[in-house]
């Protein structure tokens, strides 16, 4: 139920402090999973204190127990384990302080760890974080490589010595982290997101030597899976050994098999690129040499043809023929024009056998009144009617002077 407060009735603190008793108390008891980060056993005290801190989360809480409780599994419990509590949430008022206070307390063995990372497993490969198509291709040769490893480890010492034999001139951005216990995880998280957000860096490895199922739990933490599931940048994974395989193996791009592995598989080695591009300059300069001596042979081939060797043979060859297709189209053509003049000499005199020039050259005259028409019937002119007379060589104008013009027609001097 809401309180009704206010700046001039409020609540003393000490009221606030039994209010959130009260409902703590009315919390039962709870299973609690975590991981051990700090145990106090003083001699004498018939009291454990100890915290419990979410390995995912910065968040811990305080754990009180008799020691009678603690002792049942003091043998296989230590800092940095992790255990399943059966604790009541405990509210103490004078500090406003929460903590639990656990009845029981067991270990979370090896075997049910596996089986917890198994379904988280498969649970984030049925989101695709896992999807082969979700991977990213290494560059050949990186300018920059950031490194994620325990301070001064074999593994980061594996993985520089190994990448610059290899490739001497290769760079690192290293980030020095805790590779295993209660602040692994956090760490490593945040160096990967550091490592990814700097444009120069090309490719980002995780690094850590071998150890126990326990030791490597921290790459198998969902907050770093998801972590390396959002980066821009490849990563690698290089946790342990051949047979150990936590979860950032199957969401890290390539997964190298140990820290040296990682070293071989982020840069090419310089003494096998040098023979590589000296077998591709020999299979080159073969080529190229097979090439010319193919084209120097198919040259020779050519010029030895008859025409190569002597071009005017053809030509020697051809002119004879020639220059008789030549004498003969100019008879066929001398032929052609000699019955051509034939014909139309022929033609020509027909026409001016029948034109009505050669008519008038025989004497005879054509009559036309002044209006251009040729008189065929006597009856078509009148007495006194002058006409134009045309011959051969001129024309002249006559007139009618007969009475009777059906019958004859006087022709009157010019």
């Known amino acids: 139920m809401a309180l009704n407060t206010s700046a001039d009735a409020p609540l003393p603190v000490g009221e606030v402090s039994r209010l959130i008793g009260r409902w703590i108390d009315r919390l039962g008891a709870v299973w609690v999973e975590g991981q051990i980060t700090q145990l106090s056993r003083r001699p004498g005290a018939g009291v454990v204190f100890l915290t419990l ?80 198509e979700r991977k990213k291709a290494l560059p050949f040769l990186p300018h920059l490589v950031g490194l994620v490893c325990g301070r001064a480890s074999a593994a980061e010492r594996d993985v520089l010595e190994n990448a610059r034999r290899r490739w001497p001139a290769v760079r690192f951005e290293v980030r020095n982290v805790a590779v295993q216990g209660v602040h692994a995880v956090p760490q490593v998280v945040q160096a990967v997101k550091e490592l990814d957000d700097l444009d120069e860096v090309d490719v980002i490895v995780v690094a850590r030597g071998g150890g126990s199922v326990e030791d490597l739990l921290p790459f198998s933490d969902e907050q770093l899976v998801r972590a390396v599931a959002a980066c821009r940048t490849p990563v690698v994974s290089a946790i342990g050994h051949e047979p150990d395989h936590p979860l950032l193996d199957y969401v890290a791009d390539l997964r190298a098999s140990t820290p040296t592995d990682a070293a071989k598989k982020v840069v090419p080695d310089v003494g096998e690129e040098y023979e590589r591009v000296r077998l591709l300059l020999d299979r080159a300069r073969r080529s190229v040499h097979a090439f010319v001596e193919r084209e120097e042979r198919g040259l020779a081939h050519a010029l030895a043809r008859p025409a190569m060797e002597d071009p005017h043979r053809m030509i020697d060859e051809r002119a004879d023929h020639v220059a008789s297709l030549t004498e003969r189209a100019r008879r066929t053509l001398g032929h052609l024009l000699d019955r051509a003049d034939s014909e139309l000499s022929h033609t020509h005199a ?21 209006d251009g028409h040729v008189v065929r019937d006597p009856d078509e002119v009148a007495a006194d009617e002058t006409l134009r007379a045309r011959v051969a060589e001129g024309e002249f104008t006559v007139r009618v002077d007969v009475a009777d013009v059906a019958d004859v027609a006087d022709v009157a001097d010019v």
């Not at 296989?76 to 059966?86: T, W, Y």
């Not at 760890?113 to 988280?120: D, K, N, P, T, W």
């Not at 027909?350 to 002044?370: I, K």
């Open 53 to 132: 801190r979410d390995p995912s989360h910065d968040i811990s809480v305080a754990v009180t127990c008799f020691r009678q409780v603690f002792d049942d599994v003091a043998d296989v419990v230590s800092e940095g384990a992790r255990v399943v509590v059966l604790a009541k949430p405990e509210w103490y008022a004078p500090r406003g302080q929460l903590s639990l206070r656990a009845t029981e307390i067991r270990p979370v063995g090896v075997g049910e760890l596996l089986v917890r990372l198994e379904q988280l497993k498969k649970a984030l490969g049925n989101e695709g974080l896992f999807a082969a």
């Open 350 to 370: 027909r026409v001016v056998g029948l034109s009505p020039a050669s008519t008038l050259r025989r004497g005879y005259a054509v009559l036309q009144r002044p």
